[in-house]
C-alpha cells in the first residue's frame, strides 16, 4: 500500500510541478485489497497539471499469484480505491487532471468511500487546451457524496470530444447536487464523454429548487456540452424534483446521444 502510494500520490512542490514523470510509461497492476488515500490530502491519489506528456495504465484485479499479467479478474479480486477522510479535508478527491498532456487507462477498479465539498468526488478534469486523453474501463464508482457538481466524475471545458470514455463501468449509489454520478460542462470548444456499455443505478441529484431537475444519474450543461452512450443500463436514478431523473441536458446546444440502451 505505501510503495502504491509512493507512485502515484501528490506531493506537489509548487503549483506547476507535479509527480507526473515517476508514472510516465508505466504499468501499475494493483493487487486485490482496500487502499485508502487518507493520508495523501490535496487529491489524495493523483494531480496531474501543466506537465509533459504522461501516459500510464493502472490495472487492479490480481490475486498476487498469476504467472500471466492478462489473468486478472476485477470481479473476483475486488481491488477498492477508497480515502476515510472527512469531508472537510481540502480536495477529498482522488484524482484532478488540469491542462495534463496525458494519456491515461484505468482498468478494474472500485472508487468508492470519498465525501466531497467541491467538484468531483473521484475526479475532476479540466482540460480546455485539449491535449489528452483517458480511459476508465471495467470500474465501479460506488457510495460517492458530493455536496456539489457530479458524485463521482466532473469533465470541465474538455476541448477535445473523445477526451474522456468509460467502458464495461458501474456507477451506483452515487450522490450530488448536481450530476448524481457525472456533470458534463461545456462553455467552450467541445466536449463529448463516452459511455460503452455502462451501468447508472441508484444514483441521485440532491438540488431541491429550481425549475429543472439536477441529473440524476448524468447533467450535460452549456453549449457544446455533450455525451454519447452506447449500450449500458439507467435503473434507479432520481432527482428531489422534476425532470432528469436518468440524465437532462441543460442550455443551447448541450446533446445527449443514445445508442442502444
Known sequence: ERLLKDLLGNSQASANKTNGWRLNGKTIRVAAGTYDMKDNVNN????????????????????????????????????VFTSSNPSSVTNNRMFSVND???????DGIKFT???????????????????GKCEFKNCTFDGVKNTSYGGAIDLNNTKVSDFLSFTNCTFKDNSATYGGAVIIE????????????????????????????????????????????????????????????????????????????
Not at 496531474?48 to 476485477?74: I, W
Not at 466531497?116 to 491535449?131: E, L, P
Open 44 to 79: 489524495g491519489l493523483l494531480t496531474l497539471k501543466y506537465e509533459s506528456m504522461t501516459t500510464f495504465s493502472v490495472v487492479g484485479g490480481y490475486a498476487g499469484t498469476e504467472t500471466d499479467l492478462t489473468q486478472n479478474d476485477p470481479e473476483n479480486n475486488v481491488t
Open 113 to 131: 468511500g470519498t465525501n466531497y465539498i467541491g467538484r468531483g468526488g473521484i475526479a475532476y478534469f479540466n482540460d480546455s487546451a485539449g491535449y
Open 186 to 261: 461545456a462553455s467552450k470548444g467541445e466536449t463529448g464523454p463516452v459511455f460503452t456499455n455502462c451501468t447508472f443505478t441508484g444514483n441521485q441529484s440532491t438540488v431541491t429548487s429550481g425549475t429543472t431537475g439536477g441529473g440524476g444519474a448524468i447533467y450535460v450543461k452549456g453549449a457544446n456540452a455533450a455525451v454519447t452512450i452506447n449500450g449500458g443500463t439507467f435503473n434507479g436514478n432520481t432527482t428531489k424534483i422534476v425532470g432528469g431523473g436518468a440524465i437532462i441536458a441543460v442550455g443551447k446546444g448541450s446533446e445527449v446521444r443514445i445508442n442502444n440502451t
Open 100 to 106: 495534463a498532456k496525458m494519456s491515461c487507462t484505468f
